[in-house]
C-alpha cells in the first residue's frame, strides 16, 4: 500500500470514529441538558445568566470559557462532519447553543417555535418524567 493510501485509510477511520462519538454523545447529552432545563426557559422575555453569581467569580468565568472553547471544537467539529459521514447538522447546532454570542437566546427561542421542535423537546422531557415546556410567546 501507498503513504498517500494509508493516509486516507487513516483519516477515513478517524472521521469515522469521530462521527461515532459525536453520535452517542449527541444521543446522550441532548436529552440531559433538556431534562435539566427550568420548564418556563423559553417562555422567558430574557435569559437569566448564571455566570452574575458574585460568591464564586472565578470558577464560574473558567467554566464559561470551557464551555465556550467546547462549543468552538464542536462547531469546527460539526463543519467537518457536513462534508464526511457523520452528524455535522446536530455537531454543529449542539457547539453553537453551548456557546454565548449576542442573540444567542432569540435564536434558541426561534428554533423553538419551528413546527415539531417544542413537541420534540417536550417528548425528551416526558421520557425523563419532566414536566413540559412553557409555549414561548412571539
Known amino acids: 500500500m501507498t503513504k498517500t493510501g494509508l493516509t486516507m485509510e487513516l483519516l477515513i477511520l478517524w472521521g469515522s470514529a469521530l462521527s461515532v462519538l459525536s453520535l452517542v454523545a449527541t444521543l446522550i447529552g441532548?436529552?440531559?441538558v433538556v431534562a435539566r432545563l427550568p420548564s418556563d426557559y423559553f417562555a422567558r422575555p430574557?435569559?437569566?445568566s448564571w455566570r452574575l453569581s458574585p460568591d464564586a467569580p472565578v470558577p464560574a468565568l473558567l467554566l464559561g470559557l470551557l464551555k465556550n472553547l467546547l462549543g468552538a471544537l464542536l462547531v469546527l467539529l460539526g463543519l467537518v462532519l457536513l462534508v464526511t459521514p457523520g452528524q455535522g447538522v446536530l455537531t454543529l447546532l449542539a457547539g453553537l447553543l453551548l456557546m454565548n454570542f449576542p442573540g444567542k437566546y432569540q435564536?434558541?427561542?426561534w428554533l423553538v417555535m419551528r413546527p415539531g421542535?417544542?413537541?420534540g423537546l417536550n417528548w425528551l422531557r416526558a421520557r425523563q418524567r419532566e414536566r413540559p415546556?412553557?409555549?414561548p410567546s412571539c
Open 133 to 135: 415546556f412553557d409555549t
Open 107 to 109: 435564536l434558541e427561542r
Open 30 to 32: 441532548v436529552p440531559w
Open 46 to 48: 430574557r435569559r437569566s
Open 117 to 119: 421542535v417544542l413537541r
